[in-house]
Structure formats: C-alpha cells, structure tokens
C-alpha cells in the first residue's frame, strides 16, 4: 500500500515521508504536495525503497548482459 505521511509542525514547517512507493516514484508525491502548499522541499533524503528498485534494476540489466 502507497502512503504519503504529512507532518505539520508547530514552528510552521513541513515533513513528509513516502511509503511503499519504489525508485522515482516518491519524487511525484513530493512534487504534488509541493505545488498543494505552493511550497519548496528543503532537504530531502531517499529511503531504502528507491535504493533497492535501482540495486534491482542494475542486476536485472547484468542477467540480460549475461543471456547474450
């Protein structure tokens, strides 16, 4: 299941964590709630979801190089 946890904190900014999400697909959530609070991310950082689907893709490129 795909979730999007908004946190509003009490000095005014806001936090937001993807779940369940894999790769890049994280970055359109993020770019969506941007433009909802007609606001810029400050910093960011990928979860171990976007590393894994990138480490996978890579291996399934090696298997394809190694069927040739």
Do not use: H, N
Not at 4 to 29: H, I, K, N
Not at 59 to 67: A, F, K, S, T, V
Request: hydrophobic share 35%; glycine share 6%; charged share 30%.
């Amino acid at each position: 299941m795909k979730k999007l946890v908004v946190q509003l904190r009490a000095d005014g900014s806001v936090a937001a964590e993807t779940f369940g999400m894999t790769g890049p697909e994280c970055l359109d959530y993020i770019e969506q709630l941007e433009a909802l609070l007609d606001a810029e991310t400050a910093s960011s950082q990928f979860t171990e979801d976007y590393t894994r689907v990138a480490a996978t893709a890579e291996d399934e490129l090696r298997q394809e190089d190694r069927g040739r």
